[in-house]
């Protein structure tokens, strides 16, 4: 890695978000965390991430509304949106892809996979 990346880690669940935050770190990335839509795009405004990684379902704003905000966001248009979530069914992916994130991850996750999907994204 040439430098350290910043990613932000949007998930409601305190467990998953520290799981998730601690496998980042050790992966060598920079991790800020927020724990729904609103404080998602509060982060990204006062520091602008390099990925975005998004869990669909969180209170309030829902996945899929944060990641329009945030691509309409001046200065966001670039920062790559990976949809973070449980659903897994064939078809799922292609229809986050339809509403405009640039990737998705599967949960439950494995921390070798997980860091190898991160580093694809932050590499495409």
């Not at 998730?20 to 965390?33: K, M, N, S, V």
């Not at 920062?79 to 659903?87: D, E, F, N, P, S």
């Not at 509403?99 to 991160?118: N, R, S």
Request: aromatic share 8%; net charge negative; proline share 4%.
């Amino acid at each position: 890695m040439d430098r350290k990346y910043r990613i932000l880690v949007v998930e409601d669940n305190p467990v998953n978000l520290e799981l998730f935050a601690d496998f980042l770190t050790l992966g060598g990335y920079e991790c800020r965390r927020a724990a729904n839509g609103e404080e998602a795009l509060e982060a990204a405004k006062k520091e602008p991430p390099d990925l975005v990684l998004l869990d669909i379902q969180l209170p309030g704003l829902d996945g899929c509304a944060v990641a329009r905000l945030l691509k309409s966001s001046e200065g966001m248009q670039q920062v790559k949106v990976i949809a973070l979530t449980a659903y897994a069914l064939k078809g799922d992916k292609e229809l986050f892809l339809e509403k405009g994130f640039d990737g998705y991850i599967a949960k439950p996750i494995m921390m070798k996979e997980f860091l190898e999907a991160v580093e694809h994204y932050l590499r495409s």
